[in-house]
């Protein structure tokens, strides 16, 4: 019975917004499914434009989030034989301290800053997205120009400080990190793009589990919310992910570079008119 009414006061269930839920579940599943990347790309500038939830409590429920969905998605690619968690396996675990560092600097970060800082991120990482659907080979020659894997224990440690960094951004904006991941297993690890797709989404569930702590202890979260909108997305995210699988690696990646920048440049639009009035 108390928890029933902190549900009520805390979360403010209507069936309306019951309804609203479920529809940003399944669009949060179909993003995740398509592209491998956090739900957080959709969950935080939906539940806090439609919803009117604070950026904090969106980017803690959308690391919840990112615990349920994934684990489903990641199974229809493991199906495909489009998961290789083996090589992705040191970004998750160099992910994991970050993700409390970033989610620990959250907590004393003005909203309107905060949320700025993902509309940013959104664009940032579509625009890289769609880059890599037009011109992926000479993106990734140019990032091994850069960072040369000499031995395995080079590559090794590459992978633990990217994944550091990425859980730092994962804690800080609520990303599950699925973006940044993808980035870094085509561009530096040189995955296909749907085995690469395939491996973020399982690293993803781990680095959100461990930013969801973290929100979880500053009170940002709201449960009954990541629970139904968490549901909704394994059913939108299980019928992209098994599309995804058979589309082409262009069409893919542009598709979803593309979706990325309108959703962050609408959040960014929005909050500046937020901040002027």
């Known amino acids: 019975m108390i928890a029933l009414e902190l549900i009520r006061e805390n979360e403010f269930v209507t069936l309306v917004n019951i309804v609203l839920m479920v529809i940003i579940g399944i669009f949060t599943g179909v993003v995740t499914g398509l592209t491998g990347s956090s739900g957080v790309m959709v969950v935080?500038?939906?539940?806090?434009?439609v919803l009117d939830y604070p950026i904090h409590d969106?980017?803690?429920?959308?690391?919840?989030?990112?615990?349920?969905?994934?684990?489903?998605?990641?199974?229809?690619?493991?199906?495909?034989?489009?998961?290789?968690?083996?090589?992705?396996?040191?970004?998750?675990?160099?992910?994991?301290?970050?993700a409390q560092l970033g989610a620990t600097f959250s907590a004393g970060l003005p909203e309107n800053g905060l949320g700025g800082i993902f509309g940013l991120y959104l664009t940032i990482m579509g625009l890289l997205i769609w880059?890599?659907?037009?011109?992926?080979r000479a993106i990734v020659d140019k990032f091994q120009n850069i960072i040369k894997f000499s031995t395995k224990y080079q590559k090794l440690f590459t992978s633990l400080t990217l994944g550091f960094l990425i859980g730092i951004v994962t804690g800080l904006l609520g990303a599950g990190g699925g973006g940044m991941i993808l980035i870094v297993l085509v561009f530096v690890l040189d995955f296909p793009l749907h085995v690469a797709i395939?491996?973020?989404?399982?690293?993803?569930?781990?680095?959100?589990?461990?930013?969801?702590?973290?929100?979880?202890?500053?009170?940002?979260?709201?449960?009954?919310?990541?629970?139904?909108?968490?549901a909704s997305a394994v059913g939108g995210g299980t019928i992209s992910a098994f599309c995804a699988n058979r589309v082409k690696e262009k069409t893919l990646a542009n598709a979803i570079g593309i979706i990325f920048m309108v959703l962050g440049i609408v959040m960014t639009v929005i909050r500046f008119i937020k901040m002027q009035g």
């Open 58 to 98: 969106a980017i803690g429920t959308s690391l919840m989030v990112d615990i349920i969905a994934p684990f489903a998605i990641a199974f229809s690619y493991y199906r495909h034989g489009n998961i290789d968690l083996r090589s992705g396996i040191w970004i998750a675990i160099g992910s994991i301290g970050g």
């Open 44 to 49: 935080v500038p939906l539940l806090n434009m």
């Open 131 to 136: 880059r890599k659907g037009i011109n992926r």
């Open 198 to 230: 395939g491996t973020s989404v399982m690293i993803m569930a781990i680095t959100a589990t461990s930013g969801t702590i973290g929100y979880a202890l500053n009170g940002f979260i709201r449960p009954l919310t990541g629970l139904i909108v968490g």
